[in-house]
């Protein structure tokens, strides 16, 4: 298969010509399909592109509530007291995609995907991996290498791992919707935080079933995406104080992602 290579001026010219393409692509598909995935990409490299497509999408040149998409890449081990901390700080991709795409969007996309590096206790996941060295293998190379953890472990935690993700992000959508509410009720809305560690131990999300942990997750994160589709417009910019944090406005993309 021939590579077609494009000539541009500078990086705003790059920026521009790679949206088009982006653009011309995700409206062709939207001729067959009522819904795309999109795999995006994180680094300096996109972002230009990102701001592009998000204006074009906020234009009407697409409908951005129709597409679905996955991020590859998170760290594991980022500073921060906890989960939530960790997932914001501003070397994480998350934050990086809610500031670069996510948050720009006026009509958000169905679904987002960034993998929960920072949900993953750094020291016991290393522990656990000197400890059980046949429960895992390396894929790729060199700079693209990365851990497997096989489906069957002898490590407890490498087997539950997962079921604490999903854990994290049920605790977040019962957090968030109660703040989305009252949000619109009063202003400035100053609320507690919580402690997403102590969450997951109490709910014993290892001992549950996988079936009832995604339909719980489902069922939230549908209802929670119908609550901020119904905030009025003059609500998205109510300030919100959650535990010691400085104020956050409650049209945040960050919703997005905590939700999904």
Same mark, same amino acid.
């Given at each position: 298969?021939?590579?077609?290579?494009?000539?541009?001026?500078?990086?705003?010219?790059?920026?521009?010509?790679?949206?088009?393409?982006?653009?011309?692509?995700?409206?062709?598909?939207?001729?067959?399909?009522?819904?795309?995935?999109?795999?995006?990409?994180?680094?300096?490299?996109?972002?230009?592109?990102?701001?592009?497509?998000?204006?074009?999408?906020?234009?009407?040149? /697409?409908?951005?509530?129709?597409?679905?998409? /996955?991020?590859?890449?998170?760290?594991?081990?980022?500073?921060?007291?906890?989960?939530?901390?960790?997932?914001?700080?501003?070397?994480?991709?998350?934050?990086?995609?809610?500031?670069?795409?996510?948050?720009?969007?006026?009509?958000? /996309?169905?679904?987002?995907?960034?993998?929960?590096?920072?949900?993953?206790?750094?020291?016991?996941?290393?522990?656990?991996?000197?400890?059980?060295?046949?429960?895992?293998?390396?894929?790729?190379?060199?700079?693209?290498?990365?851990?497997?953890?096989?489906?069957?472990?002898?490590?407890?935690?490498?087997?539950?791992?997962?079921?604490?993700?999903?854990?994290?992000?049920?605790?977040?959508?019962?957090?968030?919707?109660?703040?989305?509410?009252?949000?619109?009720?009063?202003?400035?809305?100053?609320?507690?935080?919580?402690?997403?560690?102590?969450?997951?131990?109490?709910?014993?999300?290892?001992?549950?079933?996988?079936?009832?942990?995604?339909?719980?997750?489902?069922?939230?994160?549908?209802?929670?995406?119908?609550?901020?589709?119904?905030?009025?417009?003059?609500?998205?910019?109510?300030?919100?104080?959650?535990?010691?944090?400085?104020?956050?406005?409650?049209?945040?993309?960050?919703?997005?992602? /905590?939700?999904?």
């Amino acid at each position: 298969m021939p590579i077609k290579v494009v000539i541009t001026n500078d990086f705003a010219h790059l920026s521009k010509i790679a949206a088009d393409i982006v653009k011309e692509k995700i409206v062709e598909l939207f001729k067959k399909r009522k819904e795309i995935v999109l795999g995006l990409a994180t680094g300096n490299s996109p972002t230009g592109m990102y701001k592009h497509l998000a204006q074009a999408a906020n234009n009407g040149e /697409f409908d951005s509530a129709r597409i679905r998409s /996955f991020n590859l890449d998170e760290y594991v081990g980022l500073p921060g007291e906890n989960v939530q901390q960790r997932l914001m700080h501003p070397e994480s991709y998350c934050y990086f995609m809610i500031q670069e795409l996510f948050g720009l969007l006026k009509r958000k /996309f169905i679904e987002t995907n960034v993998p929960f590096g920072s949900l993953i206790d750094q020291k016991t996941l290393i522990k656990e991996l000197r400890r059980y060295p046949g429960d895992w293998t390396y894929r790729g190379t060199d700079a693209g290498k990365s851990i497997a953890i096989k489906q069957k472990t002898g490590s407890q935690y490498l087997a539950w791992v997962r079921k604490e993700i999903l854990g994290h992000l049920i605790d977040s959508a019962v957090n968030n919707h109660q703040r989305f509410v009252r949000a619109q009720i009063a202003s400035p809305l100053v609320g507690p935080g919580y402690d997403q560690e102590a969450w997951v131990s109490l709910h014993r999300y290892r001992e549950r079933p996988w079936a009832d942990l995604v339909v719980l997750w489902a069922a939230l994160n549908g209802h929670l995406a119908a609550v901020i589709e119904a905030v009025p417009a003059e609500k998205r910019q109510t300030p919100c104080i959650v535990g010691d944090r400085p104020a956050a406005r409650s049209n945040g993309g960050c919703t997005t992602i /905590f939700a999904t």
